[in-house]
Nanobody
Framework: DVQLLASGGGLVQAGGSLRLSCAVSGLSFDDYAIGWFRQGPGLEREGISCVSNHDKFTFIAQSVKGRFSISSDNAQNTVYLIMTNLRPEDTGVYYC???????????????????????WGQGTLVTVSS
């Protein structure tokens, strides 16, 4: 079975940092891109980051560029979302997901689309206080 387990969320003050982890099992990092989405209170879910080990591409949304980064540890089958200089508007539930477009030449068109992802983790809550 495919499982994605997101962890690392919590309460942090504005300006602080968190590292979210997405532990993946049951699928190959070579075939799947791993993405991070978030959903703030009253907001739609937003794709904010993605990594593909096959083609070595990464994506960071403009809303978090310069503050968030993504990395993967193939040996641990884990993808990390490193969040720095957090703001209250970063508050929300963060989800990781796996999409079978890692080898697609059109990955840039789907990297932040929920419909492109086949498997989802349960989400981890991030709360940033002002």
């Amino acid at each position: 079975d495919v499982q994605l387990l997101a962890s690392g969320g919590g309460l942090v003050q504005a300006g602080g940092s968190l590292r979210l982890s997405c532990a993946v099992s049951g699928l190959s990092f070579d075939d799947y891109a791993i993405g991070w989405f978030r959903q703030g209170p009253g907001l739609e879910r937003e794709g904010i980051s993605c990594v593909s080990n096959h083609d070595k591409f990464t994506f960071i949304a403009q809303s978090v560029k310069g503050r968030f980064s993504i990395s993967s540890d193939n040996a641990q089958n884990t993808v990390y979302l490193i969040m720095t200089n957090l703001r209250p508007e970063d508050t929300g539930v963060y989800y990781c997901a796996a999409g079978a477009f890692a080898k697609s030449t059109g990955w840039n068109n789907v990297k932040d689309l929920e419909s492109a992802y086949d498997y989802w983790g349960q989400g981890t809550l991030v709360t940033v206080s002002s």
